[in-house]
């Protein structure tokens, strides 16, 4: 039987011209698990990131003292970011199982090591101010994103608890114009030095008439407040300081 | 093809350098494992004789056609039994057939070596184990089942059957304990 199946085989193999495979082929297959491994563990970084800017930069006990707050709380969370990092971690799963010797760790510690990872490069992201930006760009841009945070607006709103969530479409020097994720428009009566077109926020108040709203607080979403642009930072539109008086001559004394 | 002496003392890694190098060398391959891969074909699955030999024909021009993938930090063992394993699961999926273990092979070593994992001493027990194994084995969940037949019918060890099944140590040795078990349990 040994040599029946032997030659057998070998015959086949040569009558059907079955050549190995070249190397090259199952290399490349290698290096593409592993990419595909090291840019979802980098996608779910920035995911990560988010998160972390989002958590960060939303003021909790504001809404823990309101009405309903664990709705509030649960609104503020960045559940689309967290289920685009469970995405990417599952595809970061999948590919290392489906490396050479992916199968030798255990499941448990190759995703809690992918956690670590994003963390920490997340955390990178966050502080060079990767996550603000990926945010805006998300909001601006993904239709779809939009929708999610616009719906979460949505449900903050509640004119009867004085909660109005909107963009800022105009600042006037008393009032700003804000555009609640409902269509309505609002004018509210604040300082407004430190507001710009196209912000998001969140405001706690009261309703008064005529689309009139009277803000208690004012909460940017997921950003903080910032001054607007110093002008004079650009040294051609600035006059140039004065130039230093000249010494005072000291009278000599008798 | 008349076998060389002295390819029959080369390891597996170097046959398989060498058969890249030469198709005919494939022959020490096929000649060192065919009994083996055989016996574990006809364990794993419920097929008859015929149809695991042509199974083991497929198994090897994979094996060939694969060459290149081997690692030589594997052994040569663990990578062509995962092959077969693999190819039998998926001619059992393309044919929608439960494997059924066979004993037909089962012998005295292979039973002594279950009677003492199992703590069964007694002459009688032996017997009865002899005569219901295919039936007790059956009556285990298969990925146990398996880790079984490769643990005490094939005597690989725990990174073998790892590299083979392709599952870490510790899943090894869990589904060994859960396998033991639940065969104690029917034993009973």
Not at chain 1, 176 to 188: K, L, P, R, S, T
Request: glycine residues 4%.
């Amino acid at each position: 039987m040994t040599d029946q199946i032997g030659e057998k085989i070998l015959e086949k193999i040569k009558e059907d011209h079955i050549k190995p495979k070249p190397r090259w082929e199952f290399l490349l297959k290698n290096y593409v698990t592993w990419a595909i491994f090291v840019i979802a563990i980098l996608i779910g970084s920035q995911a990560t990131g988010v998160m972390i800017f989002m958590i960060n930069h939303t003021e909790w006990e504001d809404y823990i003292q309101q009405e309903g707050f664990l709705q509030q709380i649960l609104i503020n969370l960045p559940f689309f970011w967290l289920i685009f990092l469970i995405i990417f971690i599952a595809v970061a799963f999948y590919n290392i199982k489906h490396t050479k010797k992916g199968y030798q760790h255990s499941p448990l510690i190759i995703v809690l090591l992918s956690i670590i990872i994003s963390l920490a490069i997340g955390t990178i992201v966050y502080a060079t101010g990767g996550g603000e930006k990926l945010e805006d760009i998300f909001y601006r841009r993904v239709g779809f994103y939009q929708q999610i945070m616009r719906h979460g607006g949505r449900m903050f709103i509640d004119q009867e608890k004085g909660r109005i969530a909107g963009v800022i479409i105009e600042v006037n020097p008393n009032s700003v114009i804000v555009e609640d994720f409902q269509g309505n428009i609002w004018e509210i009566v604040t300082s407004t030095e430190k507001f710009i077109p196209g912000q998001r926020i969140h405001i706690f108040g009261k309703f008064l008439s005529n689309q009139q709203f009277e803000a208690y607080i004012i909460k940017p979403l997921f950003r903080p407040f910032r001054p607007p642009k110093d002008p004079c930072l650009d040294s051609q539109i600035c006059p140039l300081p004065p130039a230093p008086l000249p010494p005072m001559p000291i009278p000599e004394m008798p | 093809m008349v076998e060389s002496p002295e390819f029959g003392q080369k390891t597996d890694s170097e046959l398989a350098k060498l058969t890249l190098e030469n198709q005919d060398n494939f022959l020490y391959i096929v000649n060192r494992y065919e009994a083996k891969l055989l016996r574990f074909i006809r364990r794993i699955s419920n097929v008859s004789l015929d149809e695991a030999q042509d199974l083991l024909q497929e198994v090897f021009i994979k094996a060939y056609q694969n060459l290149n993938d081997f690692d030589p930090s594997l052994k040569f063992s663990s990578w062509i039994y995962r092959i077969t394993r693999n190819h039998v699961i998926s001619h059992y999926r393309k044919n929608k057939n439960k494997p059924i273990l066979l004993s037909a092979e089962i012998n005295e070593e292979v039973l002594n070596n279950l009677a003492s994992e199992f703590d069964i001493n007694k002459k009688i027990d032996q017997q009865i184990l002899k005569r219901n194994i295919d039936g007790l084995l059956n009556q285990i969940d298969d990925r146990y089942k398996e880790v079984i037949v490769l643990k005490y019918f094939e005597e690989k060890n725990y990174q073998e059957i790892s590299d083979i099944i392709k599952k870490p140590t510790g899943t090894v040795a869990t589904y060994l304990n859960r396998g033991k078990k639940q065969f104690k349990e029917k034993f009973k």
